[in-house]
């Protein structure tokens, strides 16, 4: 089946416009994630979705960050004047809420700010 | 934080038996043991998870020691394709919890 889908592959920006990444997650999923993944290094957490309830946005690093989900479908990330340090890796991820459940991930959108 | 400690590399070589531990000694007793994986340039991959007691699947086999504060992934017939970052992660699995991802163990694969 479909899995996780996200657009565009590759962003290049230039620093100071702001940008807007999608995520398709998987249908059914009730939960989504969104990671950042600068270059060499590990997955960094910045906002979760599940169902109705109010996201989990302790992970967003700045107010240029938001997110938004519409119901239990798709995702966009918004990065507001983009910086240089922006450029990194932006990961989605979905699952199903239950017990023992998995995250399913995204090809991941590639931003580079120059 | 991440509440687990990994390696930061590894190698082993093709054909045999890929071991790579995690310690995770302030497991709570409602936390499951995750493992994924990140070949390079893709997103990561579930491979398999645990409470206690040991699992296998297509993919890979999970150790959980009996006081549950460290874990072994094994990978029984280690190929190129298994080069990737390993991820070894602790969470609450009765509610959907952000997973913290820890800077993981670079398997390496020696032909």
């Known amino acids: 089946g479909a899995g996780v889908s996200q657009s565009p592959s590759n962003k290049v920006t230039e620093k100071g416009k702001d940008v807007e990444l999608r995520c398709d997650p998987i249908?059914?999923?009730?939960?989504l994630y969104w990671y950042r993944q600068r270059l060499g290094q590990g997955l960094e957490f910045l906002i979760y979705?599940?169902?109705?309830?109010?996201?989990?946005k302790s992970g967003l690093p700045s107010d240029r960050f938001s997110a938004e989900r519409t119901g239990e479908s798709v995702s966009t990330l918004t990065i507001q004047r983009t910086q240089q340090e922006d450029s990194a890796v932006y990961l989605c991820?979905?699952?199903?809420?239950?017990?023992?459940?998995?995250?399913?991930f995204g090809p991941g959108t590639r931003l580079t700010v120059t | 934080d991440a509440k687990t400690t990994q390696p930061p590399s590894m190698d082993c070589a093709e054909g045999r038996a890929a071991n790579l531990p995690c310690n995770h000694s302030?497991?709570?007793?409602?936390?499951?043991v995750y493992w994924y994986r990140q070949i390079h340039s893709q997103g990561p991959q579930y491979i398999i998870h645990?409470?206690?007691n040991n699992e296998t699947n297509e993919m890979a086999s999970l150790i959980i020691t009996e006081d549950r504060k460290s874990s072994t992934l094994i990978l029984p017939h280690a190929t190129l394709r298994d080069t990737a970052v390993y991820y070894c992660?602790?969470?609450?699995?009765?509610?959907?919890?952000?997973?913290?991802f820890g800077k993981g163990t670079r398997l390496h694969i020696l032909p």
């Open positions: 249908s059914g999923h009730t939960a």
């Open positions: 991820a979905s699952s199903w809420r239950g017990i023992g459940t998995e995250q399913y």
């Open positions: 302030t497991i709570s007793g409602n936390e499951y």
């Open positions: 979705f599940q169902g109705n309830s109010a996201p989990d």
């Open positions: 645990g409470l206690k």
């Open positions: 992660i602790v969470r609450v699995a009765r509610r959907d919890d952000k997973i913290i």
